[in-house]
T-cell receptor, first 113, second 119 residues
């Protein structure tokens, strides 16, 4: 079974621009979560989608948004990029909405200049 | 608030040594799950184990073992006879109910422990 895939793997953007990251979950998994990883803050939860609905949201500004499609694929968008948004963005999928183990993708390394 | 503390920021050992990574958590939930993940230099988090709060039995998987002690709110991870390939950052995580409660669970991660196994 293929793992979680994320595209693109690396991205360089300029402050003020917007960016869209994509995540394809493991086949059969209906829950997708997004995390931001930085050296200073560590791994922080952004949001979770299940059956195209946002189920939970972390403590991030409204510039961070996401969505999930009927095939469970998910995208996250960051508008008006700031230097502090430079991070590794990880997507994770799990079978259901409960406390199942999450399987992570390789991440998208976003650099904002 | 839910919290996970991994007090050891970095550990360095020589191959074949045993090493224990500590994890202490705080939660008000009566039912919760604990996880360990490994993040090698490639960056992808690899799931290692999930343990629920009602199961305090220790778990062993090959060279890996986990010690869950509810009384001390700890979920420690031991690697026996460490190998160079074990070098990675290891994260302990706790599942908590999200803001909406119900089945909205999110992971709260510790800061991670960087394990370096030298040949």
């Amino acid at each position: 079974k293929a793992g979680v895939t994320q595209t693109p793997r690396y991205l360089i953007k300029t402050r003020g621009q917007q960016v869209t990251l994509s995540c394809s979950p493991i086949s059969g998994h209906r829950s997708v979560s997004w995390y931001q990883q930085t050296p200073g803050q560590g791994l922080q939860f952004l949001f979770e989608y299940f059956s195209e609905t946002q189920r939970n949201k972390g403590n991030f500004p409204g510039r961070f948004s996401g969505r999930q499609f009927s095939n469970s694929r998910s995208e996250m968008n960051v508008s008006t990029l700031e230097l502090g948004d430079s991070a590794l963005y990880l997507c994770a999928s799990k079978w259901g909405a409960g406390r199942y183990e999450q399987y992570f993708g390789p991440g998208t390394r976003l650099t904002v200049t | 608030a839910q919290k996970v503390t991994q007090a050891q920021t970095e550990i360095s050992v020589v191959e074949k040594e045993d090493v224990t990574l500590d994890c202490v958590y705080e939660t008000r939930d009566t039912t919760y799950y604990l996880f360990w993940y490994k993040q090698p230099p490639s960056g992808e988090l690899v799931f290692l184990i999930r343990r629920n709060s009602f199961d305090e039995q220790n778990e062993i998987s090959g060279r890996y073992s986990w010690n869950f002690q509810k009384s001390t709110s700890s979920f420690n991870f031991t690697i026996t006879a460490s190998q160079v390939v074990d070098s990675a950052v290891y994260f302990c995580a706790l599942s908590e109910a999200g803001e909406s409660g119900g089945s909205n669970y999110k992971l709260t991660f510790g800061k991670g422990t960087l394990l370096t196994v030298n040949p």
